[in-house]
């Protein structure tokens, strides 16, 4: 079943986990580059960090088209938004 799949998605040291992420997203062209990088905390296991850019800009891009169909929907809430929130 699904949570048999996702313990071998969590457990795999390859990245799995976050490719089948970024492909619930429809991100199939998106390459991670997995690989081992020195951080604060130690040696991790992680996607490049042209990946990581590509990711948040990509995350930013929906959370725009998201809250604009939100603001769209909701013509209170965009109000809200329009006059700086609660002022």
Known sequence: GI?????????SPDGHLDQTVAESYGWD???????FVDTA???RFT???????EVLQRLF????????K????NPIVGDLFAKGGDK
């Not at 996607?47 to 850019?53: L, P, Y």
């Open 47 to 53: 996607i490049s960090e042209e990946s990581k850019g």
């Open 29 to 35: 062209d998106l390459s991670l580059s997995h690989g």
């Open 3 to 11: 949570a048999n799949r996702l313990c071998r998605l969590t457990n």
């Open 61 to 68: 891009d929906l959370n725009l088209q998201r809250s604009s």
């Open 41 to 43: 905390e130690g040696t």
């Open 70 to 73: 939100s603001q769209n929907e």
